[in-house]
């Protein structure tokens, strides 16, 4: 329809003259009494304040760039014409013959083709993540193994490298408790850096609460000095802060108050 060139004209009038010509008024808008009425051939009129053409053809290409919700039963259509349009276009058949190259495909084929590769790529990273896990949980023997008496409370303190994630760091202390018998008091504090800030889990077993090392405790007190804050349960709990370099201090606060409550 619009594919004709149809005259456009702007016509000031009262309002009531504008709606007995069957002006459409858009979006909910108020209007005085005195309107700007344009008309687009036998195709449209309406209510509209901005500039236009004077005939339809001076838009020539018209490029839809996208719609959107902008109210209760109101939507909002993008769009670019004319120059602009044929410019658009371009860079996208521009960024067309760029993918076209690097995944060797016609334009056709290439919604299937990235959609294959993007899953390629998320396998790979499961696969990566899986391993990295298994890596990390290798080092709990060791760890279990030269964990320090306090008072008959076994402690396994101390920094793992840097870049492991709060749920692999809390499934490594997890690990690295049980792997040390039940009946022994046990608490497991290890600290990291991810995403360049300190990070700490902390767990204890029951025979330990049963002597007070509670969890809960010792996060907060190893992310006040970390420069944070922290919490959970008595049984195991997280936390954080903004210094990395705080990690030793934050080491040593804890080993005190395990010292003072076995």
């Not at 456009?8 to 979006?27: L, Y």
């Not at 290439?110 to 083709?113: A, I, S, V």
């Given at each position: ?6 005259d ?20 909910g ?20 304040g901005?500039t ?25 259509v993008?769009?670019l014409?004319?120059v602009?349009?044929y410019n ?9 013959a760029?993918l076209?190259?690097?995944v ?5 084929e290439?919604?299937?083709?990235i ?44 920094q ?8 692999d760091?809390?499934?490594?202390v ?9 009946d022994?008091?046990?608490v497991?504090?290890?600290f990291?850096?991810?995403?360049d ?32 804050g922290?919490?959970?349960k008595?049984d ?11 990690i030793?201090e ?12 076995a």
């Open positions: 329809m619009l594919s004709r060139e149809l456009v004209t702007a016509e000031i009038m009262s309002i009531d003259e504008a709606k007995k010509q069957g002006a459409i008024a858009e979006f808008e108020k209007y005085g009494e005195r309107v700007r009425v344009v008309t687009i051939g036998d195709f449209s009129k309406e209510l509209c901005g236009h053409v004077g005939n339809t053809s001076q838009l020539g290409l018209v490029k839809l760039l996208g719609e959107s919700s902008i109210g209760s039963g109101v939507r909002r993008e769009a014409v004319g602009d349009a658009f276009l371009a860079k996208e058949h521009t960024v067309v760029q076209q190259e690097l060797k495909g016609r334009p056709e290439l919604p299937e083709k959609a294959s590769m993007l899953g390629k790529l998320k396998d790979a990273e499961k696969e990566i993540e899986k391993f990295r896990a298994e890596k990390v949980l290798q080092a709990a023997a060791g760890l279990a193994a030269n964990a320090q008496d306090i008072h008959g409370v076994a402690l396994v303190i101390g793992v490298a840097d870049g492991i994630g709060a749920d760091l809390r499934k490594l997890l690990d690295v408790r049980v792997r040390i018998p039940g022994r008091p046990t497991v504090a290890l990291t850096v991810a995403n800030r300190p990070l700490t889990v902390i767990a204890t077993n029951e025979a330990a609460r049963e002597r007070g090392l509670k969890a809960g405790d010792l996060v907060r007190t190893a992310a006040k000095t970390l420069g944070g922290g919490g959970g008595p195991v709990a997280q936390g954080g802060g903004q210094n990395p370099a705080a030793p934050a080491i040593s606060a804890v080993e005190r108050l395990v010292v003072e409550t």
